[in-house]
C-alpha cells in the first residue's frame, strides 16, 4: 500500500540521504559537546572559591564572560534545534513516502539541496516565500 504513494526518492536515494543525514547528526551532536563545554567551562560551579577572586581582578572582564557564554549558549540551543530536525529527518527519509518533495507546492526538491538541508520540507522557492 505504501508503494502506491511511493512516488518519490528510489530505495537507493533514500539510503544515501539516510547516510547524509547520519553524518551530519554525527557532526551535529560533536559540535553540541564542545559547545555544552564552553558555557560550561566558564560557570562558577566548579571551584567557586577562584573564581571569586578571578572576577574580582577582573570585573571589566565579567561582562564579556557573560555576554559569551550566552552567545555559546545560544548557539548550542540553535544546534540542538538542528539535531532534532535531523532526527526527525531521519524518520521521514525511512518512513514518509513525501520525503524529498515540497510540503507546499509537492515538486521534488533537487537531490543538491537535500545534500545541504536533508532535513528541509520546501523547495528553494517556497522556502524564499515562506522568509
Ligand atoms: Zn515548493
Redesign the pocket.
Known sequence: MADKKNKGLTAKERQHFREVILKKREETMEQLDEKRQAFMDNSPTGGSAQIDSNYAYHMADVGTDAQEREKAFMHYTREFKYLNYLNEALNRVDNDPEYGF?V????RIPNERLEEVPHTR??V??KSKIK
Open positions: 515540497c507546499e507546492c509537492g515538486s520546501h523547495c522557492n517556497c
